[in-house]
């Protein structure tokens, strides 16, 4: 018969240790039952769970979108009964920039402007117009639709065609987006630049940099000195179309007093510690995450049971 434990944890990533122990002990305060799977144990695991000796019930996987030895037990999982927290074909579909960019302008979310072009493999041309060109002003931004994480493959201060035509070689297969570079408001000293969470049920703002990566935390006082509540409205409708139990969004507000989403969904969030790390996230943020963690769990498993 199999040990079933309420929460999966898979993880490989050094610097996730404080994030995902942090959950542990606050799924154990709450009653629950957890097991955390990494390098020493992963193949140990995925024998057991094919074998039917352990499952889980809830399971959060930050470790097979970067170690492929993560993979077969992700398969597995998906076959199973499990809930899966950021389902997989769920992030498939939130981390193509290109589809998300499509689906928020359908949600009536403001976005840079944008021309999407093809993959060189598929039209090593490209046919833009100078008065395409020229809406994008100068600087303008050129990224990879599915190249993520990191700012990978992202090229900030683009000036021309031929930056164009290079950069979309790098990664032949994807799709690219060029954008328009958005211009922040500045509110009280510091930019409207803010990285915005959806966590497990509930959203969270933080003031964010997107020169430095310096979070700071965002006071119900300032948000409401500097009229930033619609910031929640924003997350929920990207919620609604990504349907992640976990992200983030870079949004920004302009001289214009438009909320501008830049960075659509970012499907696994750097949980660093701000007191271990200058551009970690501030400490009482991850902490609320990982209290939110353990209320969701409990309540997803009620559900099901």
Known sequence: MAEIFDVGLAWDWEFDKDFIFGIENECISSGLSTFRIEHHNIEAVIRLVRTKK???????????????????????????????FNEY???????????????????????????????YSKNKEVELSLTELAHLGRPFIIKPANTTGGGIGVVLGAESLKDILETRQHHKNDTYLLQETVQPVTLGGT????????????????????????????????????????????????????????????????????????DYVNEICDMRLQSKHFDGVPDASVALIQRQFAKYVRSQIKKSS
């Open 191 to 262: 930019i409207g630049w803010f990285r915005v969470f959806y966590a497990f049920g509930i959203t969270l703002i933080c003031w964010w940099d997107h020169r430095t990566h310096i979070y700071r935390e965002l006071s119900k006082q300032d948000e409401r000195k500097f009229k930033l509540q619609k910031l929640h409205a924003i997350i929920l409708t990207i919620h609604k179309i990504c349907r992640l139990d976990f992200f983030s969004s870079e949004i920004t507000l302009t001289e214009e007093g438009k909320f501008i989403a830049v």
């Open 89 to 119: 074909a769920r992030v498939d579909y939130a981390k193509d920039k290109a589809n998300m960019h499509l689906a928020l302008m359908g949600e009536g979310i403001h976005v840079p402007y944008t021309i999407i072009i093809s993959p």
């Open 54 to 84: 352990i499952s889980f019930r809830t399971f959060l996987d930050r470790a097979s979108d970067s170690n492929d030895t993560f993979i077969p037990l992700a398969k597995i999982i998906t076959r199973s009964r499990t809930i899966i």
